[in-house]
């Protein structure tokens, strides 16, 4: 997985410069941090993964400071939150709880799913982008919502906005559950000074805009 994403990150470097292009952006993750770095976290700690997705991010963002250095082109890393919208898979908890809730199905989470991570809203990751590139900026930059969201409040917000009352079973917990009290968020304070970028939207919000947009590819 690292080598395909390193394969793809360095044809498009090459193009960028081969292109004239004087900055890059590129879509790293919170998954670049674990419960081994502090929380919240903060882009001044050493980010240590702990997946093969996170790994292969960091890889990435390493690999593109080599490059920069050596080219000029400033690359900014972007630290996305879980990431949701219109046309995003439906297979992180959010996508799938509101696929389920937009389709007036029973939501079920378990009891444990009291866990909660940072999420953003994909117009919130447009926006940081057009940011960065005005701003010409470099490094690293945390991109979330700046709390951590409980897949119960996931799952509240969704039947509410998709007007799916009713509709929620909260399941005792399992030797397959998730553990619970897993509060996974960063600090966005960075890209606030810096870019003068903020989210603007909330969790309900963001949700509202999806149900509209799913709405209209029904008719």
């Known amino acids: 997985f690292a080598h395909t994403g390193l394969t793809m990150l360095d044809g498009l470097l090459r193009g960028a410069l081969a292109n004239g292009l004087r900055q890059v952006v590129q879509a790293s993750s919170i998954a ?17 993964p702990a997946s093969n997705y996170g790994l292969a991010k960091l890889f990435c963002e390493q690999y593109a400071d080599w490059w920069s250095s050596r080219h000029g082109i400033p690359v900014a890393h972007l630290r996305l939150a879980a990431s949701f919208g219109a046309g995003e898979r439906l297979s992180p908890a959010l996508m799938n709880i509101s696929d389920r ?22 117009a919130d990751v447009v926006n940081a982008i057009l940011r960065i590139v005005d701003n010409g900026a470099k490094g690293a930059y945390n991109i979330g919502s700046g709390r951590a969201v409980s897949v119960l409040e996931i799952a509240e917000t969704a039947n509410d906005v998709f007007g799916n009352d009713g509709n929620l079973v909260v399941e005792p917990a399992n ?9 996974n968020h960063m600090v966005i304070d960075r890209a606030r000074e810096q870019l003068g970028w ?22």
């Open 175 to 183: 030797e397959h559950s998730r553990p619970s009290g897993i509060h």
């Open 101 to 122: 809730a937009f389709q007036k199905k029973k939501v079920k989470i378990s009891e444990s799913g009291r866990h909660a991570i940072d999420q953003i809203y994909v």
């Open 198 to 219: 903020e989210p603007e939207y909330t969790l309900r919000r963001g949700l509202e805009e999806m149900r509209d947009k799913w709405s209209l590819l029904q008719k």
């Open 32 to 48: 670049v941090y674990s419960g081994a770095n502090t929380k919240p976290y903060f882009e001044k700690e050493v980010p240590i």
